[in-house]
């Protein structure tokens, strides 16, 4: 008995020692981590939340937002879009910017001046990149187009000669007061009429203002510009460009040559505009969404970018029903 009960005992440690092996030198599951996806270490791949908040629904902004898609497209990465669009209310702007602050998104796309304004007051944390923007420093969502300094950075809609040249044009067609419809509470187009206002001091011409609070009022204030104006300008001014054809038709109807400040403008029917694809700058403020999102750049360091290949489009069939001749000289392309 005492013989057998040896061998158990001498069984049962075998038993215990060969367990213990095992346990030390199991392998755990693999696992991937955040950076691991990121910079390309496993075959899984990252899928990212991004969150979009536009003013206002209109051709211009559309086109960015589309340009922004095809860029993240074009970097093959696996996105989510979580799409807002405040109807160029301010109260539901804030609480889209809210919304999506709290959502757990990894990056913030702010389609306009007035979005990345209400997502900068609610967040400094998750990375934005912004574009429709035209004055990022005057409207405190950057410290310098340099080195923004903060996690907001993007592209601007305005080149640095679009207005010079836009007011020059108008000099050359015979204009000494410009009519400029806008928002007073957009700090993007304060800061653009101040700007044209500025510009005109050293030009023999000046400026009429008809500011404007919704869509509703733009026709009237259009209206109320006649016989004080020879020409319009109108800005990109989301309020305004989302009713452009009250202005269109205003300016038509008294034979006004009206600039615009974007392409897209020119193609609803205003005259002329010195100006860029809203698609491409898009494309470009995606392509520093990409750049964040992948860890190879921050908002603070990534300087924001100007629009390129500034050119003069017109609508032919504006000028004609504004008995407006065309000079050769001012090497216009024109608009389908």
Known sequence: MKRNWMAYAVALVCVLFVLAACGKG????????NDDKKTGTTEETEKYKIGVTQIVEHPSLNAAYDGFKKAIEDAGLD??????????DNSVNTTIANNLAGSGVDLIFANSTPSAQAVAAVTQDI???????TD????????????PGANL??????????????MKLLQEMGAKNVGMVFNAGEQNSRAQVDAVKELLKDMDMKVEEAAVATSADVK????????????????????????????IDVANENKIPMMVGEFDS????????????????????????????????????????????????????????????????WNAEFSD
């Open 26 to 33: 199991e392998d755990k599951a693999p696992t991937t981590s």
């Open 79 to 88: 996105v989510e879009y979580d799409v807002q669009n405040a109807q160029n």
């Open 127 to 133: 990375p934005v990149v912004f574009t429709s923007v």
């Open 136 to 147: 990022a420093v005057t409207a405190e969502l950057v410290a310098s187009m340099e080195s």
């Open 153 to 166: 950075t993007g592209t601007i809609d305005n080149h640095p000669d679009a207005i010079p040249n836009t």
């Open 220 to 247: 009237q204030a259009a209206e109320s510009l006649i016989g004080k104006v020879d020409a319009f300008y109108i800005i990109t001014d989301n309020t305004v460009v989302s009713a452009l054809e009250s202005v």
């Open 266 to 329: 020119v193609k609803r029917g205003g005259l002329a505009a010195y100006g860029f694809e809203y698609y491409d700058i898009g494309y470009e403020a995606g392509e520093m969404a990409v750049k964040i999102l992948k860890g190879e750049s921050e908002p603070a360091t990534l300087p924001v970018q100007v629009p390129q290949n500034l050119k003069l489009i017109m609508n032919k069939d504006t000028a004609d029903a504004i008995e407006l001749d065309i000079k050769d000289e």
